[in-house]
């Protein structure tokens, strides 16, 4: 019999070819995954990270002996025989489909090519710690586990790394205390997994899973390994032939985290130390008698657990005044992780349950988790409420005897809403835990906990009855955001439960209703559309306002205004495909000049090929690095009006040479709709209003203004507002029930603006009128803000007369002066950032506020504040001081069409006249954002979808 018939050789790769058409030239069929884009200019890096590696095992190697340092040797000498290969990765290669998608079709150049994998096995490779291969055959469905145990690589392994053909690398958990489902790997795939006892080699692992990821599939099986000179086989050899267990194994699930009865991550009563992820906000309610919870959690990090909660108490009532109504208890809740889950040590965390409010169910916690498999363990200890059956001794008491006893907590409003430190860690001291198991039905966990409290210290001497201290119950997800909770507690009560959950971090829509981008083209159009066309077209596709738009030399400027959307970045991009679309073929730069009211705040400049071939093509990693070098910054040699030429036509298809500029129009309005709420007073948990809004605005200049607010309430639950806040200050906030209720149709804001530059990093404004819905008067503003500078400094000082309740024209008697001095910090960590204020707050009342929020890369921004006055807690009333809890995001991030427009919510435990702060409607800060380092870091989350030109060697990204 003839031997088969071998492939033909590929033909070479022509300069300046585009992969489609060399893959036409071979075969109209997909080709292989494994194909590579070699690209010289890219060898330089992957021989660097090669060398990092090799240096990094030579110096383990040296410091070693024996069979240990054979080891290294044999992975040392294996890792020099691998060549720096260029490699860049690709995506989809089928010529057809890369055809029309161009911007995933890469080209030859600068002796770049093409190559198709030869001699590829079709075996997975599971590399062992000295370098030997280890083939598997591979099967479909398989666990990258099953591989790991047929070269006997599973036992005392944590980590695997996994190198596809295709280049792109992860890495899986395969111990019981990490498992997960990851990657299934594909044929040719490599496989590194070393035992958790080389730390030196476990080190080594994500740049050596890079490195072998350039090296295209892993080779077929090329005979025993042989020793390099001088250096003899370990006397334990490793396997190189493996075979699948004949039972696959199943495919490890991940770690179910759901919500306790306090909303926290827990079981029932009792918290874990588990967290979910960054980003994630969870809204639940539970109720067992005689406690109904609704809690709101949030996650602005991934080891700090935060929210707030109101509790009904339905055995007790609010107060001797409103005594058809249960009592109702406010609290702070918040969660540290101390430290990581690994092979040996558990999950740790520190909490503290009911910091801020009466402390009737105040707590604090140290507890630990310890996972394997569908089980999840937890042991913790508690205090206060959590500890209150005393089954272990206080460990603190071996410190100190003021340990043993704890201060009571009080149901007196006057006295509460501090943190109470004096408290912490003081009183009995209970151990509580628990097992969760996840069932072999996916969506069901069971829980069952040992409870640390006996109920019989309840609040407001309600001692309750306890039968058991075992609590058992369920959780059942009808989906990844919805959770249902049922169980049976203190052996008589039954608990129900719903939880409302979502990583508001990871939000994104596609943008289905705006308006399609110009057919991208990579020449310069023939006939220009003019323009008052392009003007036309950056305002659909951006929603910014064009100011004006003119040709210089070889540079195309545009100014706009009302760039101030969340995410920057993608318009900028967006404008840019209009300019490239309209700008005759002279045009080699566009200068993007932002303005916010006549205030020049940022430039950017963008060299047209160099965005031309971004767009037209993928580039390999050195040339879109070059790409990404943008500026910025304002441009120094600015032109001024004298220089451009002069605004004349209509800016119509033949006039491209003259600038043009947007007709006057002084004014505009709209109408939306309009909803509001308060939440948490006691005649209803929410109260709301569902309405009508209309702004209207008119321009005396760029620069002054006068805007105006018209509000009319349709439908609200205003009926059973009764109640009206004691205060021992003037009422510059308690009156809120007026100030809603009194009149249907409100005037919240109408006032003239004026704002300005005194130099290149000062900016001052002057404004007067209605400024909000309870105040008028007339006030100014000064900041300091470099460009790009993370810190800002601003002054304001207003004069203000409290308004009527009706929110109409007229004025009541009380006025004060109000104003503060501002620190603004921009971290730079994590997204953290940071406001301090000092000055007289709408009381006149003196002190400091602090605000501190996290803001994610979609725009998502969690944070909390506190103000602090010379006003004593008992002067303040209920509360103590003022302080709570923020969330904003963009509606770029849940809506169909792109919006300039945020949508908050904030929530303060209660409406009180101390540290009350006037509300602007225009702020410096805000207006300037755009000079912030990080203003156009914020977007849709990330596509992680493999794309031509990804960096195999990116380190930051995780696939």
Known sequence: MAPPAEDPAPLPTLEGERLSHWLLRQSPQPADPALAWLVPQ????????????????????????????????????????LPATGRVALSITDPRWLEVNPGQDPVARDRARFALPTGRTADVVVVQPDGTLCHVPHASGRWVGDYLQACGRLGATDWAWLAQPDGRTTRIGIAGWNAEAGVEPTPGAWLWAPPRTMADLVAASEGLIKFLATQGPAPARQGPMVPPAGISRPSTAFVADGNLPAVASALPRPLDVSANDWGETGLLQTPTARMASAGEIRASYSSVWPYSRLNIMFQPFDWMEAGFRYTSISNREYGPNISTLSYKDKSIDVKFRLMRESTYLPEVSLGFRDIGGTGLFSSEYLVGNKRWGDLDFSLGIGWGYLGASGNIKNPFTLLSDRFKTRPAATSDVNQ?????????????????????????WDPLTLKIEYDGNNYQNDPL??????????NVGLAYKLNKNVTLAAGFERGDKFMIGLTLSGNAAAAQTPKLLDPPLPRFMPEAPAKPPGWASTAEQVEAQTGWRVLRIAPKDDVLHLWVSDSDAVYREVRSDRAVAVLHHSAPAGIRTFVIHYEERGIAIQAQAFQREEWVAAHAQPLPPHLARDVTQRDYAPVPDEPTEAQLPPATGSGGPAETATAWERPADRFNFSISPNFSQVVGGPNNFALVELGAKANAQYRFTQQTWLQGQVNLRLADNYGSFTYDAPSNLPRVRTDQRLYLTTSRVTVPNLQLTHVGQLASDQYYSVYGGYLESMFAGVGGEWLYRPWGSRLAFGIDINHVRQREYAQHFSLRDYQVNTGHASLYWNTGWNGVLV?????????????????????????????????????????FGEGSFDKGIFISI???????????????????????????????AVTLYDLTYARDPDSRSFGPPPDTRPRAGDNILDFDVQR
């Open 42 to 81: 890219e060898k330089l890096p992957q021989q660097y990270l090669r060398n990092v590696l090799l240096v990094h095992l030579e110096r383990s190697a040296a410091q070693l002996s024996g069979q240990d340092r054979e080891i290294r040797q044999r992975l040392l000498a294996w890792l020099h025989s």
């Open 416 to 440: 509460a809403g501090s943190a109470n430190f004096s408290s912490y860690f003081r009183g009995p001291a209970a151990l509580f835990g628990g097992i969760q198991w996840r069932t072999p």
């Open 835 to 875: 406001r301090l204020s000092a000055g007289q707050y709408l009381a006149g009342d003196r002190g400091v506020s602090i605000d501190i929020a996290k803001r994610f890369d979609n725009g998502l921004t969690m944070g909390a504040y506190a103000t602090k006055t010379n006003v004593s807690s008992a002067q």
């Open 890 to 920: 963009p509606l770029d991030a849940l809506l169909p069409r792109s919006s300039r427009s945020v949508i908050g919510f904030n929530w303060s435990p209660l409406t009180r006249d101390g540290g009350a702060r006037l509300g602007r």
């Open 461 to 470: 001497n309600n001692a309750l009855p306890r039968r058991s201290p075992i």
